[in-house]
């Protein structure tokens, strides 16, 4: 079970001082969510929780109920990091059936402590996921409502076909018209117009929690996607280091 958390943590590597074999002898828990539920509350320190299954939405609940999703979590993604070294700021629901896996806190802090190339995978980790919310704030800001659903549809297909979860230019996407909305800034007026633009064009559409691509180059364009604002950010040198050092036939 412990697998998939170590590869997760592997793409922001390399893991060294024996962090792969602590991680593997750990006891993670196992908990399943319903679409809609409550992940992660606001306020919740960090204990490495990984999304193993499905998606969920990172979000931020005004007073008067109204929300910015600005975040779409995949499995293999750690979901609570901004609880690292403090108290997190949003919350994370679950947008389908999913299952999150996590470390004991005290265990978590514990192996910060001991294994520093755990703890710099892990701001490695910060600093990717920032990097793709910066793009969402470029979004926001800048690209008009068909760029900015273009860009989002791209980040959810190629992200899922990374994980070998798209099949024949589809991928999950269970979401409705008002999440689309609450993550793109935009009514839900305009996203059905935007939604049935793009289905109109042949670019993409939605049905049945099940997002089609049809046509992945003009979708990009339209889009300006750059898949390199999602790649784990990883430090070159280290990598090439230990790739050196590593004994011959050793794995990941």
Same mark, same amino acid.
């Given at each position: 079970?412990?697998?998939?958390?170590?590869?997760?943590?592997?793409?922001?590597?390399?893991?060294? $001082?024996?962090?792969?074999?602590?991680?593997?002898?750990?006891?993670?828990?196992?908990?399943?969510?319903?679409?809609?539920?409550?992940?992660?509350?606001?306020?919740?320190?960090?204990?490495?929780?990984?999304?193993?299954?499905?998606? *969920?939405?990172?979000?931020?609940?005004?007073?008067?109920?109204?929300?910015?999703?600005?975040?779409?979590?995949?499995?293999?993604?750690?979901?609570?990091?901004?609880?690292?070294?403090?108290?997190?700021?949003? $919350?994370?629901?679950? @947008?389908?059936?999913?299952?999150?896996?996590? @470390?004991?806190?005290?265990?978590?802090?514990?192996?910060?402590?001991?294994?520093?190339?755990?703890?710099?995978?892990?701001?490695?980790?910060?600093?990717?996921?920032?990097?793709?919310?910066?793009?969402?704030?470029?979004?926001?800001?800048?690209?008009?409502?068909?760029?900015?659903?273009?860009?989002?549809?791209?980040?959810?297909?190629?992200?899922?076909?990374?994980?070998?979860?798209?099949?024949?230019?589809?991928?999950?996407?269970?979401?409705?018209?008002?999440?689309?909305?609450?993550?793109?800034?935009?009514?839900?007026?305009?996203?059905?117009?935007?939604?049935?633009?793009?289905?109109?064009?042949?670019?993409?559409?939605?049905?049945?929690?099940?997002?089609?691509?049809?046509?992945?180059?003009?979708?990009?364009?339209?889009?300006?996607?750059?898949? $390199?604002?999602?790649?784990?950010?990883?430090?070159?040198?280290?990598?090439?280091?230990?790739?050196?050092? *590593?004994?011959?036939?050793?794995?990941?």
């Amino acid at each position: 079970m412990n697998r998939l958390l170590i590869a997760s943590l592997d793409r922001f590597g390399p893991l060294r $001082e024996g962090v792969r074999e602590r991680l593997s002898e750990c006891a993670l828990t196992s908990q399943t969510f319903e679409a809609g539920e409550l992940v992660v509350p606001v306020g919740e320190r960090s204990s490495l929780r990984l999304l193993a299954r499905g998606l *969920a939405v990172k979000q931020s609940v005004l007073k008067d109920g109204a929300r910015q999703i600005f975040g779409v979590a995949a499995p293999g993604d750690l979901i609570d990091l901004a609880g690292l070294f403090v108290a997190t700021d949003y $919350e994370v629901r679950a @947008l389908a059936p999913c299952e999150v896996r996590k @470390l004991g806190a005290r265990e978590f802090r514990a192996m910060l402590q001991d294994h520093a190339s755990l703890l710099a995978a892990l701001c490695r980790a910060v600093l990717t996921e920032a990097r793709a919310q910066r793009n969402a704030m470029v979004s926001l800001g800048r690209r008009s409502a068909a760029a900015r659903t273009a860009n989002l549809f791209c980040e959810i297909y190629w992200r899922q076909k990374t994980l070998g979860l798209a099949k024949d230019a589809r991928c999950a996407f269970p979401a409705v018209q008002g999440d689309i909305a609450d993550a793109l800034g935009l009514s839900v007026v305009h996203i059905h117009r935007v939604l049935r633009g793009l289905r109109d064009d042949g670019l993409a559409v939605i049905k049945n929690g099940v997002l089609q691509i049809l046509d992945w180059e003009r979708l990009v364009a339209l889009g300006d996607f750059d898949p $390199e604002a999602f790649r784990p950010q990883i430090d070159e040198d280290e990598s090439a280091a230990a790739r050196r050092s *590593a004994p011959l036939g050793a794995g990941a």
